[in-house]
Structures are given as C-alpha cells and as structure tokens.
C-alpha cells in the first residue's frame, strides 16, 4: 500500500502526522510508538532520495566544485560569448561539442528514453551566482517611477 | 500552410551564444534563421507549432523585431556551466518583455549533464519573474519534451487570452497607492 503524499521532499513529522490521524486504530502511539513510526518513515524517504540521486548520475561521498566550462579552451565562464568573433565561437562551441557528444543519449542508445522526465529535489542551497545578479521581480519595473506622475 | 494563421503557435527561443538552444533531439540547423515547424498533439488537440531558433543573432546581443513578432511563447535558456550567460538572463527578459509585453516564459537551466550536482542549486531569476523553471539536459535528454509541452500549452493559452496588460493594471493600482500616500 503507497504512502500518501510520500516523496524524496517529505517531512517525515508530517507524514507520520497523517498517517496517525488517518489509521488510529492501528496507529495511535498507544499501540506504535511514535519514534519507531518515524524512523521507519524516514528510512522510506532516504530510500526514495537515494534512487533520485542514483538516476542523477550517482551518491559521491563528499560534492566536487560544479564542474564549469574550461579555461584551458580559451573561454570561461565569464567569457561573454556573444562578443567573441565567429571563429572563436565555432572554436568555443567545439569543445563545448565534446562534452555534448559524450554525454548524449540517442534514440536506438539503451538508456533513451524519448520523453525523460526528472523532478529534482528541492536544492539545498541558493546558487553563488544569485548573489551577484541583480532581478527587478516584475512589479518593480524599472519603466515606472511614481516621481514621474504629474497632474 | 493548413492551418488557420490565428491557430498555429510561435515559440522562441533565447539566450546566449552556445548555451545549447539548437542542440534539440531533432537538431535543427543554424544556419540561417531557423523554423521547426511541427504540429503537436495537446490534449487531443492537433496545435500547428513553429519554433523559431536564433542563427547566431544573439551575437549582436540583439534581436531583430521580427523575431519577437506575435511569439506566444518564449524558452529562455542559460548554460549552467557559464555564469555570464545566467547573468545576460536579465538583458534578454527585458529586450523580450519590450518587444512583446506579457508573454510567457520558461527558464531553463541548460548542460545539466556536464554536472548533476548544479541541481542541487536553487536559481532565483525565475521565481522572480514569475516563470516556470527547469533543469534540462538536450544532451541526454532530461526534461526536454516536458519543456516543450509546457511551452505549446502556455503559448496556447496566451494565443487565446492574451492578458490585457496585467502588469500595467498592476503598476497602476500601484500608483494609485502611492498617490494616496503622498497626500
């Protein structure tokens, strides 16, 4: 029987809330006790978390640096592509290919699949770049200014 | 063309030079301004879609009008092994929005492939504007038909109810705050 509303972003509490509420006769802490009911739910969400990570490309023990586009190439990720020449560009998309081409899954491949769905789980942490990039959300827009407004 | 004018629907995409916008499964060309029409099937729906792909004019870090003209839908791509191209969202949305004020978009978190790991990463550009965003591999596939499938279905909504300028009704109420404030 699945576990409602059970995912790789549970809150264990919260699962084991529902599942007390829903089965009190066979649930309530007077027959299980609570710690063992969250446990088992926790070790349910490792184990979905855990094949999350599989499918993306496997568990290493401690994260590398993301990996990033490669100096030695004569770009980086700083490197505003959109002003280099054509032939740089050529050049830059040539190595960038490289990595494209070893990575692809192609229709005929034994892992293609043509509509590949992946949800990630919710990121832990907020991406570096965020800290230098500066979004006006959409009702600040800086094509309005109230000072502009004359009667 | 079958269809209706009216009906077919006009994605775009946009984003910096070689952040993987062309390389699709069904690998359309670059070498002129490039149409990939297809029809698609939503809902039982047969939709007319064209997607229009940039040919390198966003070099100029431009675009033509024409290219904005009457599109319902825009797939703004960055590279996420490239922080400039991240940090040219902001140029691009603007340029977007100018040209046609309102339509959707869908962010799209490119070359996830290169390094899973970036997943684990949140990117607040599009929470902020209010759109959609996914992590996608064109390489290996990850979330790529999704990503269309979303595009044709918010294009299809915007082709039949284009919002009246939300964000202008918006700004006014808005004003119309401020205004009180101040007397």
């Known amino acids: 029987m699945p576990v409602r509303g059970l995912t790789s972003r549970s809150s264990a509490g919260q699962i084991v809330d529902a599942l007390i509420t829903r089965h009190p006769n066979h ?10 009911l969250n446990k088992l739910v926790t070790k349910m969400i490792d184990k979905l978390t855990s094949s999350a990570m599989r499918e993306r490309g496997g568990i290493t023990a401690a994260p590398p640096p993301i990996k990033s586009a490669q100096p030695a190439a004569g770009f980086d990720g700083d490197t505003n592509l959109n002003k280099l020449s054509h032939e740089e560009i050529v050049k830059a998309k040539g190595v960038m290919n490289e990595t494209f081409v070893e990575n692809q899954v192609k229709p005929g491949d034994a892992a293609f699949q043509y509509d590949k769905r992946v949800e990630f789980k919710q990121p832990a942490a907020a991406s570096e770049w965020d800290d230098d990039l500066e979004v006006d959300s959409d009702l600040d827009s800086d094509d309005f200014d109230p000072d502009d407004l004359v009667f | 063309m079958a269809a209706k004018k009216d009906e077919r629907i006009k994605i775009i995409l946009l984003g910096d030079s070689a952040v993987g916008k062309t390389n699709r499964p069904q690998q359309m060309s670059t070498f002129a301004l ?3 029409s297809y029809d698609a099937e939503i809902d039982g729906k047969k939709v007319p879609v064209d997607f229009w792909d940039t040919a390198g004019q966003e070099r100029f870090n431009s675009m033509h009008p024409s290219y904005y003209y009457n599109a319902h839908c825009c797939i703004l791509v960055f590279d996420v092994t490239r922080k400039v191209t991240y940090m ?7 340029e977007l929005q100018d040209a046609r004020k309102g339509i959707p978009v869908i962010v799209v978190a490119n070359k996830i492939d290169v390094d899973y790991k970036v997943t684990e990463r ?15 591999s064109a390489s290996d596939g990850t979330n790529v038909v999704q990503i269309f499938e979303e595009a044709i279905k918010a294009g299809m909504e915007f082709n039949e109810k284009p919002p009246q300028d939300f964000v202008s009704d ?4 808005l004003a119309e705050d401020w205004g009180d404030k101040k007397q």
């Open chain 2, 122 to 136: 949140s990117f607040a550009f599009a929470g902020k504007k209010g759109a959609p965003f996914f992590f996608a």
């Open chain 1, 27 to 36: 649930l309530s802490p007077k027959i299980v006790k609570r710690s063992q």
């Open chain 2, 88 to 94: 040219n969202l902001n140029t691009w949305y603007k």
């Open chain 2, 170 to 173: 918006v700004l006014s109420l």
């Open chain 2, 34 to 36: 490039t149409l990939f």
